[in-house]
């Protein structure tokens, strides 16, 4: 049981360039999240997806898109990567359901430089 | 609007030491509450979680945090700290009535060091 996981690990880009972000889960969870921590800011989202064929823009969706491919997969995708891009990103995801109040579980995280 | 904050950049204790790590927010509507650690190198791990019932709420490690509805602070305590709680500490809030999207919104961490 994997859990959360995440790839790459590390990834250099230059500016101008375009990369993809991978993200799945085995928890057969709802909901999945990317995150961004940056220091003395903690995690700000991205973007989410309560549910399978859905997605939302979180508090700083600028500059990314993100697709659902299935239950298991959501991928952040930079299209012109830029210098203020670079940081820590997070994966998550949760067992949402009407209750709401679960906790998320997270990925191991990339972490991104962008030149 | 949700707002978490935690005052505090960094917190210092002596091994033995009780520790707090302080966090207060701002919600309109039901909150619920989480702590987070997170580890060098390493993603989130889910500490503890306020949704509803007993307002004092135990969690991993010996960590425990106290729920109060007419006051705003939920710190994070342990009665004798180890050199193995040195980590960043994330507080986390949402709303049971946000139409089940699971959001949170974090505090910006404390990092905690414990010395021997």
């Known amino acids: 049981n994997a859990g959360v996981t995440q790839t790459p690990k590390f990834q250099v880009l230059k500016t101008g360039q375009s990369m993809t972000l991978q993200c799945a889960q085995d928890m057969n969870h709802n909901s999945m999240y990317w995150y961004r921590q940056d220091p003395g800011m903690g995690l700000r989202l991205i973007y989410y997806?309560?549910?399978?064929?859905?997605?939302d823009k979180g508090e700083v969706p600028n500059g990314y898109n993100v697709s659902r491919l299935n239950k298991r997969e959501f991928s952040l995708r930079l299209e012109s990567a830029a210098p203020s891009q670079t940081s820590v990103y997070f994966c998550?995801?949760?067992?949402?359901?009407?209750?709401?109040?679960?906790?998320?579980?997270f990925g191991p995280g990339t972490r991104l430089t962008v030149l | 609007a949700q707002s978490v904050a935690q005052p505090e950049d960094q917190v210092n204790v002596a091994e033995g030491n009780p520790l707090t790590v302080k966090c207060t927010y701002s919600v309109s509507g039901n909150p619920y509450l989480f702590w987070y650690v997170q580890y060098p190198n390493r993603g989130l791990q889910f500490l503890l979680k306020y949704i509803t019932g007993d307002n004092l709420v135990k969690g991993s490690y010996g960590f425990e945090a106290e729920f109060n509805k007419s006051q705003t602070p939920f710190h994070l305590k342990k009665p004798s700290a180890l050199v193995s709680d040195s980590a960043l500490y994330f507080c986390a809030v949402g709303l049971l009535d946000s139409g089940n999207t699971g959001k949170l919104i974090f505090g910006q961490g404390t990092t905690l060091q414990v010395k021997p």
């Open positions: 998550a995801s949760s067992e949402e359901g009407k209750a709401g109040g679960r906790e998320q579980f």
């Open positions: 997806s309560a549910s399978e064929g859905t997605t």
